[in-house]
């Protein structure tokens, strides 16, 4: 077997995966078919920071982050400053955590993440104002059709004044479209819609435009990336969504493109994907990549092995929506492996920590950097 090499390369992800690697280094991963270059090169050249290379591009590059996990270690604090143009807080800016009560707002956790961004000339985002969850507690029980549109102009222009003129830009409305709620549009049933109808929609734009007239106003959404039957159902129902909205004079700005991506998903169809891209940018709105990861849960145990995969889906991926001068901003879901969501969303069967974001879990570039900045690096200038 001189050329091929049978490598088990153990048992992986739900579905027992079993992965063969075989001569020429490539990795053949069952049952998607997805085969991987292992050999693939990610060198880079010269020193600059992500956030430098996205710079020289026009590009912004930067992450999420929690309170608690950015103040905790000086390492990572220093890790953010050079690597980051841009934070968005992780959870600090959504309704369960500024509201404690029904008539308190507290701001303690988000100021700490704002300071923290303007102490070191950052750039800083708002997620999300009008969300279907982490509601608070109280919500269910006080929130109601005769009350609803208050308690949204209140949180909205309450949080959105706080930091107006510091805010680069807002998730305004955050994953309102579920075509598999059989709602009108492909509405997403949530409170929202069930007590004030699809106009909450542009009602939260407008008062997020008066708050705050200089911030950018983003509509964030979740699984438009692959090229399955749901997705393309989900990007035209987004489209008509947009086209709504401008049509009607909406003060909308942008499109956020959460980029959870999956390794072993299935294939990116760069061809759909970019033309999604054109058509969103053909209505004069702006793009930005807002939570970025690629979760390794269904990969072979063998960390080099997934580094690699990892790599090579960030690179494919950010090569095309990069290719779209609308993209105007990149940022991860977290920087470093130590925190990510995805440790408790898509836990490994095998029990291994995993491995999604462009840090290990000691603040040190992977592979997955070096993809990331190889595609700030070949993209055109803004
Ligand atoms: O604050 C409570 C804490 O008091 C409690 O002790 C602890 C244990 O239960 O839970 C804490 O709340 C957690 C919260 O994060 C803050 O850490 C929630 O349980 C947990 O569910 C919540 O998860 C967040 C998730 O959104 C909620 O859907 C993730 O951290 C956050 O990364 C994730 O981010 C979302 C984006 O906002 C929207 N796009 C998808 C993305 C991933 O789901």
């Not at 929130?143 to 930091?163: D, G, M, S």
């Not at 930005?288 to 889906?313: F, M, W």
Request: net charge positive; charged share 25%; with cysteine.
């Amino acid at each position: 077997m001189s050329r091929r090499r049978l490598l088990y390369m153990g048992v992986s992800g739900f579905a027992g995966a079993l992965a063969v690697a075989v001569a020429k280094d490539r990795l053949l991963i069952y049952p998607s078919q997805a085969v991987y270059n292992l050999k693939k090169d990610f060198k880079v050249v010269g020193q600059s920071s992500l956030k430098k290379r996205a710079a020289a591009k026009g590009l912004i590059y930067g992450a999420a982050f929690g309170r608690d996990f950015l103040a905790s270690d000086k390492k990572l604090q220093a890790s953010t400053v050079r690597e980051c143009g841009i934070l968005v807080p992780e959870n600090e800016l959504k309704w369960d955590a500024l509201r404690p009560t029904p008539d308190k707002f507290d701001f303690t956790r988000s100021d700490w993440l704002a300071a923290f961004a303007r102490t070191h000339k950052m750039l800083f985002r708002g997620h999300t104002l009008v969300w279907y969850q982490q509601l608070p507690q109280w919500f269910k029980e006080v929130v109601n059709r005769q009350n609803a549109e208050k308690f949204l102009v209140e949180h909205i222009t309450t949080v959105t004044k706080r930091y107006a003129g510091r805010m680069h830009s807002w998730d305004v409305v955050n994953e309102a479209i579920e075509p598999d709620d059989g709602q009108q549009a492909g509405l997403r049933q949530s409170p929202w819609l069930q007590f004030l109808g699809a106009d909450y929609i542009e009602l939260a734009y407008r008062v997020a435009a008066q708050a705050d007239p200089k911030a950018m106003l983003v509509y964030n959404e979740n699984a438009l990336e692959y090229s399955g039957y749901k997705e393309e159902v989900k990007r035209t129902a987004v489209l008509k969504l947009l086209e709504r909205l401008k049509s009607r004079g909406t003060p909308i700005h942008a499109l956020g493109i959460q980029s959870h991506l999956v390794a072993q998903e299935g294939a990116l169809n760069a061809k759909k994907l970019r033309s999604f891209l054109s058509d969103v940018a053909s209505l004069g709105l702006k793009i930005l990549i807002t939570e970025l990861d690629v979760s390794d849960q269904k990969l072979p145990s063998n960390p080099a092995v997934r580094d690699r995969i990892v790599a090579g889906i960030y690179e494919d991926y950010l090569s095309v929506v990069l290719d779209e001068k609308a993209v105007i901003a990149v940022l991860n879901w977290g920087l470093s492996d130590r925190h990510t969501w995805l440790s408790t969303f898509t836990p490994r069967s095998d029990g291994a920590p995993v491995r999604p974001l462009p840090l290990d879990s000691s603040f040190k570039p992977k592979l997955a950097w070096n993809a990331i900045a190889r595609a700030f690096d070949q993209a055109p200038k803004r």
